[in-house]
C-alpha cells in the first residue's frame, strides 16, 4: 500500500531520512507541518535497539543520536537548546547522562548503586530532577522505593526530594518553584505537584484508573498527562491546580507521551492507532492530530526542543 501511494506523486509528501513514504491521509497537512518550529528528540529501535534520534518539528531530517548497544532512552533537551540529557544502561545499570545536541560529548552525570530514569531539567537549565530507584534487603526479599531526586546538571551530589518510595516522572514547573510528578502514595497512580525543594506535595488528580506522564505547558497554567480513566491510554489536560479535565484524545488504541512544543499550541505524544508505535503532533486542544513517524519500528518519548 504505501509503495502505491508512493507513486501517486501529489499525494505524497517528502519523507524523513530514513522513514517509509507518508501519504497525506497520514500525514496531514502539509502546510500545518511546515509551520511547526523546534526539534523533537525522540526514541527509536528502528537499528534494533532503543536509540535516541531527533527530527525536525514537521517529521523531517531524522538524525540518529546515539549508537550503543545498550538502551538509550527518555530524552530532555535543556531549556536553550544545546544539549540533552537521557538515560543509559551501557556501564551497567541505568544512569542519567548528557550529551550535545548534535550526540556528541556524551557525559555521565549519575554514578551510584540506584536505578536513574526520567530525567527532567530545570527552566534555569542549572538541575536536572530524575526518578531514583534505590532497593534493600528485608526479610531476604528486595525492597524497592522509586523516588524524586535531582543532580547539577554539571554533575555532582544528588538531593533526594522525597521519601516515601513511590515517586516517579517529575516534571518541572516554567518558573522553576514546583515539580509535578506522579505517585502512588495513596493506592493507585495520581498526579501531584510539590514545591521544588520536595516540601508541600499535593494530590492534583483523583481517580481509581491511573493518571500518570504530566507535562507543563510552556506559560504553566495547564499540565497535560496520561489516564486510563476511560478505558485505555489517553491524553488529557487539566489546569495547574488540578480543575477543568479535559481529554484531548479519542482513540482505541493507547495514546501516551504528551511533549508541549515551546509555543504551547501543540503536543506531540505517540500513538499505536496505525498499529504500532509512532509519533504524532495535535493542536493543545485535541484537533488536528497529525503522524509524524513512519518506521516499522518503534517510535516513542517524544521531547520538543527549541
Known amino acids: 500500500m504505501l509503495a502505491a501511494a ?34 523533537i528528540a525522540f526514541v527509536s529501535k528502528r537499528a534494533g535497539n532503543f ?13 540518529r543520536l546515539t549508537n550503543n548497544a545498550a538502551f538509550d532512552d527518555v530524552p530532555d533537551w ?8 537521557f538515560a543509559s544502561d551501557r556501564d551497567g545499570h541505568r544512569q542519567i547522562y548528557v550529551m550535545h545536541a548534535d550526540g556528541s560529548g556524551v557525559t ?19 538541575k536536572i530532577a530524575f526518578q531514583h530507584l534505590t532497593h534493600r534487603i528485608v526479610n531476604r526479599q528486595f525492597i524497592f522505593s522509586f523516588d524524586i ?12 526530594l522525597t521519601h516515601t518510595g513511590h515517586e516517579r516522572e517529575p516534571a518541572w514547573a516554567p518558573d522553576g518553584t514546583k515539580i509535578a510528578f506522579t505517585s502512588n502514595r495513596d493506592g493507585n497512580f495520581e498526579i501531584y505537584v510539590m514545591h521544588a525543594d ?46 477543568g479535565v479535559t481529554r484531548l484524545t479519542n482513540n482505541s488504541a493507547f495514546d501516551a507521551d504528551p511533549a508541549w512544543s515551546p509555543d504551547g499550541t501543540k503536543i506531540a505524544f505517540v500513538s499505536e492507532r496505525a498499529g504500532n508505535d509512532e509519533i504524532y503532533v495535535m493542536n493543545a486542544n485535541g484537533t488536528g492530530v497529525t503522524r509524524l513517524t513512519n518506521n516499522p519500528a518503534i517510535d516513542q518519548e517524544p521531547a520538543w526542543g527549541p
Open 6 to 39: 508512493a507513486c501517486q506523486g501529489s499525494d505524497v509528501t517528502s519523507p524523513s531520512t530514513g522513514e517509509l513514504p507518508v501519504t497525506a491521509a497520514t500525514r496531514g497537512n502539509s502546510a500545518n507541518l511546515l509551520a511547526l518550529t523546534g526539534h
Open 51 to 63: 536509540e535516541i534520534y531527533k527530527m525536525n518539528a514537521n517529521g523531517t531530517g531524522v538524525t
Open 78 to 85: 535543556s531549556p536553550n537548546g544545546t544539549k540533552i540529557a
Open 108 to 126: 555521565r552525570l549519575t554514578n551510584e548503586g540506584a536505578i536513574d530514569w526520567a530525567p527532567d531539567w530545570s527552566p534555569n537549565g542549572t
Open 149 to 160: 531526586a535531582v543532580i547539577p546538571a554539571g554533575g555532582g551530589g544528588i538531593t533526594q
Open 198 to 243: 520536595g516540601s508541600g506535595a499535593t494530590r492534583l488528580t483523583n481517580n481509581p484508573a491511573f493518571d500518570f506522564s504530566p507535562a507543563w505547558s510552556p506559560n504553566g497554567t495547564k499540565i497535560a498527562f496520561v489516564s486510563e480513566r476511560d478505558g485505555n491510554d489517553e491524553i488529557y489536560v487539566m489546569n495547574a491546580n488540578g480543575s
